[in-house]
């Protein structure tokens, strides 16, 4: 009989770290002389994390939408092709910032792959200083954020580099009035093997169900630069972004680099990261009732 394959859940909001643990995880398995194969969605049509993935794993993407709703049948027929295409022995699922990681649980666990997969958990990274700001949110995106953690089996709190030690008693307390599976303190969602191994399966039932679109308003402006844009400018339009504007992410040229850096935004912090090669310029805006019209015009504005 075939081996089941492992599957793993990677939840959280939108910049929280998902990605990051996502990179770890696939070290992991290369250092067990295992393959993962890795399904990843984004919330806008292009993928800027896909492009920074390696290229020697098997990759499905679904783009333009959120595993949880509008695609789901995609997922189920995306997760037959990498069964068929076969290759890898653990699959990692990355769902977007604003997935409710049960709907992505159903698929997995469908009757039609019971005898294939071995769904070992969720693990939900929470961005501490997000934790700490999140009477910002909106109650829809709260409530997801809440569900994230309350299905999780093993919770990183990660980026305890942005908050200070004495919170986290605190904020530890308040994660565990919303579950009881481990949680640990992370920095760049640093966790090591046998942790991992720790991971549990949660009942899943009893899962509101946020939606995106339907009760979380979220929107994704997805922008292709054409030309080099000045980076003091840049660095001013997005000071300038409101309050909603939850993630930013992209490839931007700058006149001052010859290829376009990497920029990844959450709450109100941008890093840049300069790049050796050349990506395409798409640059992803995620947020909350967002004014798609303005940050068009403002990105192209940057242009001229
Ligand atoms: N300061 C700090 N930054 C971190 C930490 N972990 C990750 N980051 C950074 O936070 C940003 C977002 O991390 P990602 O791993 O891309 O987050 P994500 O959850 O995959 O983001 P989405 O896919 O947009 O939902 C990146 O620039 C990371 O380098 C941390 O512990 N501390």
Redesign the pocket.
Known sequence: MNKKIPVYL?S????????????RLIQFEKEEGRTPAVLMN??GKVS??SEEMDKDIPLAELLDGCICCTIQDKLESQLQQLLFNGGFDTLII?T???AHPVEVVDSVLSPLFADKFDFKGIIT?V???QWEKRDQLSIQALQLLREQIKFAGLILL?????ISENRIPYILNEIQSISSSKILL?????IDQETLKQLTIKDQSGASKVRVNQELDLSVVVYTFSNKIDRAAFEEWMRDQSSYVY?M?GFIPFKDEYYPTLV???YG?P?F?EQDIKMTPNF?V?GENLDKVQIENGLRALEN
């Open positions: 990677l959280g909001f939108l910049g929280s770290g998902k990605t990051t643990l996502l990179k984004e919330a800027i994390d990355e977007t910032g604003v990274t961005d501490a200083l990660n980026k305890t580099d942005l992370t920095q760049q969602a640093k993630r992410k990844q935004y959450s912090m890093l990261f992803v995620i």
